[in-house]
């Protein structure tokens, strides 16, 4: 059984919930530093986290799921996903860009790389659970 949003947050700081979950400040012009777009990449994790948890309360429920919040749900999970990698793509390039010492841009590299092996892991998974998405509504 999946964790609720409201079991993942527990024991956290008043407010935490509220900080991560909104995403309306995300990506404005005035963003202008890589740790901030980081920390909106978290931000964005987070609520995916709480979109899943929302999936799997809602698929639990003994009344049977509600197809419009499950597709909602889903809808805005998947778009979170892409701007994550978009947002992440953008960072890595960017630390590519950056060599403050010719030729000593190995870690940089391997680390770029394992960051791309993930994002192609991330999205063959994603693109597992739209064809699972798919096939649930098909079976409908």
């Known amino acids: ?9 527990k024991g956290t700081p008043l407010g935490l919930k509220a900080h991560y979950s909104n995403n309306s ?8 530093t890589s740790l901030q777009r980081l920390q909106n990449v978290e931000k964005r994790i987070v609520r995916v986290l709480e979109l899943a948890g929302g999936v799997m ?3 639990a429920n003994p009344s049977g799921p509600r197809k419009e919040l ?6 805005e999970f998947m778009q979170l996903i892409k701007d994550i ?5 953008e960072e890595i390039k960017s630390a590519c860009e950056y060599r403050p010492f010719e030729k000593c ?9 394992i960051c791309c092996k993930k994002l192609e892991y991330v999205t063959a998974q994603l693109d597992g659970m739209q064809q699972t998405i798919d096939n ?3 079976a409908e």
């Open 85 to 89: 990698q978009v947002t992440l793509r």
């Open 105 to 113: 841009d190995y870690m940089a590299r391997i680390s770029n790389e």
């Open 57 to 59: 309360d809602e698929l």
């Open 70 to 75: 499950v597709s909602n749900h889903c809808g």
């Open 136 to 138: 649930y509504h098909k």
């Open 1 to 9: 059984m999946g964790i609720s949003s409201s079991e993942l947050f």
């Open 25 to 32: 400040d995300m990506d404005s012009p005035s963003q202008n």
